[in-house]
């Protein structure tokens, strides 16, 4: 890593980051949320809205992985037994295909399925971690926090879908647990690109009070300074 450390352009402020200590996290880039035929199209959702936040992503994910920084892949999904999936969970709303159902792309939303996996274009490599969660948070009954711990991470650069749901949820755990969290707002999306407008600002406002939000070319400007 040629530089020990950077400053990325952000909201509210500029923020210094040792990259030794800093991890790319890549929120739910799975086909049950990207494309048609998933979970997120049973729910009524358009999932072309979230197109626009894959070259973003595609493009820090190949600037992190040249700086030598760890890269976690984070999916959503359950047991094919749905042991941990809450009924509560699997009855909510009136979508067109329940989680388990069987799908295009396999079981929606459950581990080992085609539609559980992440997408090509920003496919993990095999050094690189993933995180399968039942939930929305990346803490929430896995290994994430242990993870980070082992390594020494105090620093994550957060991308991913949806804006206002896991990204979101995975920022506040994240910070109540004492991460700086930078957001890259282009590397993000939401189905309603309303609520993604809004979710950045929460992230940002009060002076930062659940992290700061950024864009892709500003970190990569950072970690090529």
Not at 161 to 184: F, K, L, Q, S, W
């Amino acid at each position: 890593m040629a530089n020990s450390s950077g400053t990325i352009a952000a909201e509210p402020a500029p923020i210094t980051l040792d990259w030794s200590k800093t991890a790319l996290v890549i929120i739910d880039m799975q086909r049950d949320f990207m494309e048609p035929g998933g979970f997120g199209e049973t729910l009524g959702n358009d999932v072309s809205q979230l197109a626009r936040a894959v070259q973003p992503i595609a493009t820090v994910l190949a600037a992190v992985r040249d700086a030598g920084l760890l890269v976690v892949h984070t999916r959503e999904g359950h047991l094919p037994d749905l042991s941990d999936a809450p009924p509560a969970k699997v009855e909510r709303g009136a979508p067109s295909l329940r989680i388990g159902d069987p799908g295009p792309m396999g079981r929606i939303l459950i581990r080992g399925e085609a539609g559980h996996d992440i997408i090509p274009e920003l496919y993990p490599l095999e050094s690189e971690i993933v995180i399968d969660k039942p939930g929305k948070g990346a803490f929430y009954a896995t290994e994430f926090g242990d993870i980070l711990q082992k390594y020494g991470i105090e620093n994550l650069l957060v991308c991913g879908v949806t804006t206002e749901v896991c990204v979101n949820t995975t920022v506040r755990e994240a910070n109540d647990r004492g991460y700086r969290c930078v957001v890259i707002s282009d590397g993000c999306a939401s189905y309603f690109p309303e609520f993604h407008e809004m979710g950045l600002k929460m992230i940002k406002a009060q002076g930062g009070i659940f992290g700061w939000v950024t864009d892709s070319a500003a970190v990569l400007e950072a970690l090529a300074a």
